[in-house]
């Protein structure tokens, strides 16, 4: 696959420890096994989470590519959004042989330090769908996370006529795409939409501490006439749950109906479009998620390196503190488009 200016450079070399001891590898993910690979370089990767829709499929698409693209993965583990597990997850990796190391921290504050053990070693890191606040990183596979909130903001106030309340159920904040979600949003809507009053509910991405504060602000403000789930596959179903329970789901288009929209672009947003449940969703591409993170570990291993500039995949590596950036294509998706089969939510397995 041919990528926007690339050039190759020396092969990364790393240092093979002894291998730890099995009890180590508790986090191990049952489903990680290795790929074909042969005598390629060996490559860990950590997924986030099991708990959401998207990283399910997320997971889903990575072991297919592991499988066709005859990568040489060692067992896949599951840092089951804890970052002390990651931390130890990696260390398994660096034991094992591991030559570069995938990962989607979802505290990107706090993977500092290992990002800069394995730098020290020479242990190239592609991170997916998060971009650490600190540290060396040969790329990260995101896409524009601050986008999302614009977009969600610019639908979401036409729907609403420019004036309403809206409730802002946030990721956490102390992962840079929680942030750039609500800053962007927050911005938007304060310079297009000034008359539409914004609650802003962190959850630290959980779907039942969604619940309660939306819970709690319907009973202080039972106008409310508008949402953003910042995270639809921690937040649709509790959020239609509760709705429905309050007899508040009112089919769009019709008198009472909440205006909602989402981030993320699962099949079961899809339905809810379909379905009136739900207005739109920005779909974050988990099929490209996993296709290019195997692409740049595998570059990686090469000792390929990449400048910035257009792609040849409809996306725009930029450079950023501590590597570059491949910011892939994040579509709205409404009731006009929702059935277009080039959206990976439409070709996934449920």
């Avoid at 310079?191 to 959850?203: I, N, R, S, Y």
Wanted: aromatic fraction near 6%; proline fraction near 5%.
């Amino acid at each position: 696959m041919k990528l926007a200016r690339t050039r190759s450079t020396a092969a990364v070399a790393g240092t093979v420890l002894a291998a730890l001891s099995l009890v180590t590898a508790c986090n191990r993910s049952s489903g990680g096994a290795a790929g074909s690979g042969g005598d390629r370089p060996a490559i860990g990767i950590d997924l986030p989470r099991s708990d959401t829709d998207f990283w399910n499929s997320y997971a889903q698409y990575l072991k297919k590519g592991i499988k066709s693209d005859g990568i040489n993965a060692l067992p896949l583990s599951n840092s089951q959004n804890d970052i002390t597990k990651l931390v130890a997850n990696v260390q398994v990796f660096e034991n094992t042989g591991a030559k570069v190391v995938v990962m989607a921290p979802q505290d990107t504050g706090a993977i500092a330090s290992t990002l800069d053990a394995l730098a020290a070693k020479k242990i190239p890191v592609v991170s997916v769908d998060t971009r650490p606040d600190s540290g060396d990183v040969y790329m990260v596979v995101r896409a524009d996370n601050k986008a999302y909130g614009i977009k969600a903001c610019e639908f979401l106030g036409k729907q609403l006529g420019g004036r309403g309340k809206v409730a802002e159920l946030q990721g956490a904040l102390d992962s840079i795409n929680g942030r750039d979600r609500s800053e962007a949003f927050a911005a938007c809507m304060k310079e297009k939409f000034p008359a539409v009053k914004v609650f802003e509910l962190p959850t630290d991405w959980k779907g039942d501490v969604a619940s309660a504060k939306l819970q709690s602000l319907l009973a202080q403000h039972p106008d409310l006439n508008g949402v953003y789930m910042q995270a639809g596959g921690a937040f649709l179903q509790p959020t239609l749950a509760l709705l429905q329970q309050k007899g508040l789901l009112k089919p769009a288009g019709s008198k009472g109906h909440i205006a909602i929209v989402s981030n993320d672009g699962i099949p079961q947003e899809f339905d809810a479009i379909r379905k009136g449940r739900i207005d739109a969703t920005v779909s974050q591409p988990a099929d490209l998620y996993a296709k290019y993170a195997l692409y740049y570990a595998q570059a990686a291993a090469d000792g390929k390196t990449f400048e910035p500039g257009k792609t040849d995949h409809d996306s725009v590596i930029v450079k950023i503190p501590g590597g570059l950036e491949d910011q892939l294509p994040a579509p709205l998706v409404t009731k006009d488009n929702v059935d277009d089969k080039s959206l990976w939510g439409n070709t996934v397995s449920q």
